[in-house]
């Protein structure tokens, strides 16, 4: 999901301990708990891409007022996100579409593209959707707050350890889509079934950890996930300061 970044990364020494203050000490972490939003869903039904794209460009309308005035508080812009759809995979961010994603996210577009096949059409109305919108606006935020840039110039000794930058990334993302979906749970008027049916889809599916290792284990996912969805605070979302056991 972090479209060409990964390309752009840096040999050199060892990456972690981090000591990059815009990655652990990053005004993101400073603005506070986010404010109840009001982000009512539009309808879906299966097999409707017409409905879907409505829902999601939704969706994203209200993440893009939520984070600008969230990040308001810290003197932070926030330029919107936009949101664009491909039936099946291709190029796009100059690259092509990598197997096993729903979605990517393409910094220098400001832009995530979702992948609107037969398994995701199949289930529009799960809050797997909301949650894959929620999670590629995440590096819309990690991009604007200059976290994405910061990561990608780290060096780093080998694989091993772009791998694990990787999954600070993408857990930290999961978490920040948690903070969002927390942030407008009320006005979704969804049953609490909803949500324990997404965490143990979360913790059941190795989509994160069968990405070449790259998103981090279901289990820390869905860890990441439940702190932002609980503290609607992204200083619960500082995976550049976890230990390497939270971040596997």
Same mark, same amino acid.
């Given at each position: 999901?972090? =479209?060409?970044?990964?390309?752009?990364?840096?040999?050199?020494?060892? =990456?972690?301990?981090?000591?990059?203050?815009?990655?652990?000490?990053?005004?993101?972490?400073? =603005?506070? @708990?986010? #404010?109840?939003?009001?982000?009512?869903?539009?309808?879906?039904? +299966?097999? &409707?891409?017409?409905?879907?794209?409505?829902?999601?460009?939704?969706? +994203? &309308?209200?993440?893009?007022?939520?984070?600008?005035?969230?990040?308001?508080?810290?003197?932070?812009?926030?330029?919107?996100?936009?949101?664009?759809?491909?039936?099946?995979?291709?190029?796009?961010?100059?690259?092509? !579409?990598? @197997?096993?994603? *729903?979605?990517?996210?393409?910094?220098? &577009?400001?832009? %995530?593209?979702?992948?609107?096949?037969?398994?995701?059409?199949?289930?529009?109305?799960?809050?797997?959707?909301?949650?894959?919108?929620?999670?590629?606006?995440?590096?819309?935020?990690?991009?604007?707050?200059?976290?994405? !840039?910061?990561?990608?110039?780290?060096?780093?000794?080998?694989?091993?350890?772009?791998?694990?930058?990787?999954?600070?990334?993408?857990? *930290?993302?999961?978490?920040? #889509?948690?903070?969002?979906?927390?942030? #407008?749970?009320?006005?979704?008027?969804?049953?609490?079934?909803?949500?324990?049916?997404?965490?143990?889809?979360?913790?059941?599916? &190795?989509?994160?950890?069968?990405?070449?290792?790259?998103?981090?284990?279901?289990?820390?996912?869905? #860890? !990441?996930?439940?702190?932002? %969805?609980?503290?609607?605070?992204?200083?619960?979302?500082?995976? %550049?300061?976890?230990?390497?056991?939270? +971040?596997?």
């Amino acid at each position: 999901m972090r =479209a060409l970044l990964v390309s752009l990364l840096l040999l050199g020494g060892t =990456a972690y301990p981090v000591d990059d203050p815009v990655l652990t000490g990053n005004l993101l972490y400073r =603005a506070g @708990q986010m #404010a109840e939003v009001d982000c009512p869903e539009k309808t879906v039904a +299966v097999g &409707d891409r017409d409905r879907t794209r409505r829902y999601l460009r939704s969706l +994203v &309308d209200c993440m893009n007022a939520a984070w600008s005035a969230h990040m308001g508080k810290v003197g932070v812009p926030m330029p919107p996100a936009g949101v664009g759809f491909v039936n099946r995979p291709e190029v796009r961010c100059g690259v092509m !579409w990598r @197997q096993g994603i *729903q979605g990517q996210y393409c910094p220098a &577009d400001r832009r %995530f593209d979702v992948l609107l096949d037969q398994r995701l059409l199949a289930t529009p109305h799960d809050l797997s959707t909301f949650l894959l919108a929620a999670h590629e606006y995440g590096h819309h935020v990690q991009h604007m707050t200059g976290i994405l !840039w910061a990561e990608v110039n780290l060096p780093t000794s080998g694989q091993d350890e772009e791998l694990e930058r990787s999954r600070r990334v993408e857990l *930290q993302s999961e978490c920040l #889509a948690g903070v969002f979906m927390g942030s #407008a749970w009320k006005s979704l008027n969804r049953p609490a079934a909803d949500l324990r049916n997404l965490r143990r889809m979360m913790t059941l599916d &190795d989509d994160g950890g069968g990405i070449n290792g790259s998103h981090g284990s279901p289990r820390n996912r869905e #860890a !990441w996930f439940t702190r932002g %969805f609980e503290s609607r605070d992204a200083k619960s979302c500082n995976t %550049f300061s976890a230990n390497e056991p939270r +971040v596997g």
